[in-house]
């Protein structure tokens, strides 16, 4: 029998035990472990069902043992200090408020997805893991951000395999009052809720659910309200669910009704407006416009308001995979985006921010990572070679701008060291090295012995090999109800065996199956008698993607062959709660997408952190960190002849790899020993000497490398200061500098037409050498313009075959009269040299040379 109807009652706890909620109710408790072991403590079996989520755990947890524990003094002192701890944590003085000059004071975060904890399963995958170690980084080093996303009732899914190994996919509901939740309410109890017009008069409504993380706040908009329609209540059911109407509605969602949302939540708690918006990818983009309007009715212009919201705004672009991209049907978002739902806000104005470059603006799809663009002044990539990507992949924006112009720079992604660093790992740290930031210890001092190193090594490996084993036999008993689970699931797995991991979203070009490309040499890798190696495999296919799912099948097909199934296995329904111990207990870690589509791949980054070695493509982030110290990187075949043939150069490279370099290392001797003891008669305490070597060079060089802390410092002083300053700069004196921007880019840009650079000469050479000086004078019209209007600059550098300029760099030349302009460069290399003359608008309070995408360069 069936409930027609749950909710969640929650736990009453003594009075002497308060501490516990308010430990609870901040979600700190999922990155800080002694809070987890004070939780813990109560119950160690319980803790571990509800998947260390402290509201659930105390709501399952025996009465009797709370009472007991509020009788326990020792306790009941112990949930003191670690409360009090939090008070400190939120209150004192962090990183940030050290900062000498000007520095925002408060960051808005908007992300259509966060992976905070397994206990709210907000997420689908990177993306969102990024913005929940985002959030916790800031919360860390004092960055004063609140945070906006939506509430999806039923989550991303939650996947099962069918006995044929294909994908299903189901969507538990999450009732909001059993999670670390509490709505944003007036001072009269009242819950706040935002509305947006709609089409044919209607409203859609959202009440804003509110979670603490550590410092953060993080808003959450939920459309299940009775004041809305079935239809409309369904709006926030799924993360990245239903057709192209049902996700426009989330994006203007998110974007408009966050920012109305974000301004409720500031009134009733006194917190001041943001000066800067981050939008975490372009489902985020309406956001501007909302704040356009709001400029409107302020007073503004249109244009006066789009230059005071760029300057102040941030962009972060995560996919090089066009396809990843959200592209509306013109007609779908003319009919929602009106007058009625952006008041002051010509629907074409805000139509025009969506076409794409080139395209007949009438028909033109409308492009929410070109509206990101458009209506940022700030903007970066995830990696520096995802960085060049959108360089090249965005140009078009800013045309006449070569590729390493563009304004979009890099910040390559990191990972939140406390979240993903496995206890066993931080314990060793404080018992050896006196610390319990493993993230920046000294894992090269002898005060660790190798044979220590080793050991937590094989503790972590053996709790994934147990882990592993219990959601084998929960899946196949999920596939045959009333069965038994096979004996051969108990000894899938070898807690002594060189385990390698791939665990990522599926979709074609992360190419899951590349493994699989010669069935039987990779048999033989996985069951070689002296030094088998085993793989564990998860991931999610998106519910649309009929291909993924094929890659699913065919995986989990191979891997129940019989003479294999106890060396590789897919393990469904892959989450935070998988990934704890999942990452730890790999011993390398596996990477091979197509390059150069993997925009980061921070799941190396987090296997690295608990003392894996990565066997990856050189894309990503791996890209710009590989050296031998730290892993393998697998050649790109990237002159192969077609898709198959560079798939099959690029797994024989991997099996090469496998067999020549990385099982030697891990069984510590060469591949040809004759008589040499199998893996299984190995002495326990034998320690492969380079394996461990390379383990400590990664956690101490590479691993500082990866933090979130350090991706957030990044975001601080390259983006987060200068946007502030920039909006700062726009808003003085009632929106001055934006007006005076969008009055003096209005004339620039009807007067540019009349701007040519008509004659360059040059002189002052007559064998070119090393150290001699180029002379140039060029002849400018301005047409309407005046010289004060534009910078003149030669562009120099190393010339290539096809006469383009490569490692330019740029020298302003000086007005010299009659629209001449001069200037000297000096010859600082030997080899085929280049120039050319080119006119860009200049302003002082231009954030760049292509901010306007207008320039006139010279004609040979």
């Not at 945070?147 to 999806?152: M, P, Q, R």
């Not at 975490?280 to 956001?287: S, Y």
């Not at 493993?438 to 012995?449: G, K, Q």
Request: with cysteine; aromatic share 8%.
């Amino acid at each position: 029998m069936k409930s027609i109807r749950k909710f969640t009652v929650r736990a009453v706890v003594p009075a002497r035990l308060g501490a516990l909620e308010e430990l609870a109710a901040n979600l700190r408790w999922s990155w800080h472990e002694p809070t987890r072991r004070l939780f813990a403590h109560i119950d160690p079996e319980a803790w571990s069902r509800s998947e260390h989520d402290p509201v659930t755990f105390l709501g399952e947890v025996d009465p009797g043992r709370l009472e007991a524990l509020a009788e326990d003094d020792g306790y009941v002192a112990w949930a003191e200090r670690e409360r009090d701890a939090l008070r400190t944590y939120l209150d004192e003085p962090r990183w940030y408020q050290g900062l000498d000059g000007d520095r925002p004071g408060l960051v808005a975060y908007f992300s259509p997805e966060y992976g905070i904890a397994a206990a709210l399963p907000q997420y689908s995958g990177g993306l969102g893991i990024l913005a929940g170690d985002h959030l916790k980084a800031a919360s860390d080093l004092g960055v004063p951000i609140v945070a906006v996303g939506l509430f999806y009732k039923a989550g991303y899914f939650a996947q099962s395999i069918s006995a044929d190994g294909w994908q299903q996919e189901r969507y538990p509901v999450q009732d909001p009052d059993g999670l670390p939740l509490t709505v944003l309410r007036r001072p009269d109890g009242s819950a706040v809720q935002v509305s947006l017009a709609m089409p044919d008069g209607g409203t859609l409504a959202a009440r804003v659910w509110r979670a603490s993380v550590g410092r953060v706040e993080l808003l959450l908009l939920d459309t299940d309200v009775p004041a809305n329609t079935d239809e409309l209540r369904a709006v926030t059911d799924r993360l990245y669910g239903g057709g192209s109407e049902h996700r426009l509605l989330q994006e203007l969602l998110l974007g408009i009704g966050g920012v109305r949302a974000l301004r409720a939540w500031a009134e009733l708690v006194g917190a001041p407006a943001p000066e800067v918006f981050h939008m975490n990818e372009g489902h985020a983009g309406f956001l501007g416009l909302e704040r356009i309007s709001a400029y409107i009715g302020e007073g503004l212009a249109f244009a006066e308001a789009l230059q005071l919201v760029r300057s102040g705004t941030v962009f972060t672009t995560h996919t090089p995979v066009p396809a990843g991209i959200d592209r509306f049907d013109r007609s779908l978002v003319e009919r929602y985006v009106t007058a009625e739902l952006l008041p002051g806000v010509d629907p074409a104005d805000a139509l025009a921010l969506g076409v794409e470059p080139g395209a007949d603006a009438t028909t033109s799809a409308f492009n929410m990572a070109v509206m990101g663009l458009r209506l940022a002044g700030h903007a970066n990539g995830v990696s520096e070679l995802h960085g060049r990507v959108s360089r090249r992949m965005f140009g078009a924006l800013w045309p006449g701008f070569d590729a390493d112009e563009v304004p979009i720079t890099s910040i390559t992604n990191g990972v939140h060291a406390p979240t993903w660093t496995d206890p066993a790992l931080t314990a060793l740290a404080e018992r050896a090295l006196g610390t319990d930031d493993s993230e920046h210890a000294d894992w090269l001092s002898p005060a660790v012995a190798d044979s220590e190193l080793w050991s937590v090594k094989r503790e972590m490996r053996a709790r994934l090999v147990a882990e592993a084993r219990l959601r084998l036999a929960a899946s196949y008993l999920e596939q045959h109800p009333g069965a038994s689970a096979p004996d051969w699931i108990a000894t899938a797995l070898d807690p002594d065996v060189l385990t390698v991991g791939f665990a990522r979203r599926v979709p074609t070009y992360k190419r899951l199956t590349l493994m699989l490309q010669d069935p039987e040499r990779l048999k033989a890798i996985l069951t070689d008698p002296e030094r088998p190696v085993q793989f564990v495999i998860a991931g999610k296919s998106h519910p649309a993607d009929d291909e993924g799912k094929r890659l699913i099948q065919r995986l989990v097909q191979f891997a129940g062959q019989p003479e294999v199934r106890e060396r590789i296995v897919f393990l469904p329904d892959y989450d935070m709660g998988m990934a704890e111990t999942l990452y730890p207990g790999c011993d390398v870690w596996l990477n091979n997408p197509l390059r150069p589509l993997e925009a980061c791949g921070t799941s190396g980054m987090k296997a690295a952190m608990n003392a894996a070695l990565n066997l990856s493509i050189l894309d990503g982030w791996w890209a710009e960190y590989a050296a031998d110290d730290f892993g393998w990187v697998i050649p790109s075949a990237d002159a192969a002849g077609d898709a198959a043939e560079r798939d099959a150069r690029e797994a024989a490279a991997l099996y090469d790899l496998l067999e020549h370099r990385i099982v030697p290392a891990f069984y510590d001797r060469p591949a040809d020993a004759e008589g040499a003891a199998g893996y299984f008669e190995r002495d326990a305490d034998r320690v492969p000497g380079e394996w461990v070597r390379m383990l400590r060079a990664t956690l101490t060089r590479l691993v500082p490398e990866l933090g979130a802390d350090r991706m957030v410092r990044e975001y601080v002083e390259r983006l987060y200061r200068p946007a502030g300053g920039a909006f700062r700069r726009m808003l003085a004196d009632e929106a001055r500098g934006a007006r005076e921007l969008a009055a003096w880019g209005a004339r620039v840009r009807a007067a540019w037409p009349g701007v040519k650079v008509l004659h360059v000469e040059s002189g002052g050479l007559d064998q070119p050498a090393v150290g001699d000086e180029l002379h140039v004078r060029a002849e400018v019209a301005l047409g309407e313009l005046t010289i004060d209007d534009v910078k003149v600059e030669l562009v120099s550098g190393r010339s290539l075959a096809d006469d383009s300029i490569a490692e330019s760099s740029r020298t302003t030349l000086r007005p010299a009269g009659g629209g001449a302009y001069e200037g000297v460069v000096v010859l600082g290399r030997a080899g085929s040299f280049g120039y050319t003359v080119r006119v860009v608008p200049s302003h002082r309070l231009l954030s760049n040379d292509a901010e306007l995408g207008l320039v006139a360069l010279a004609e040979g």
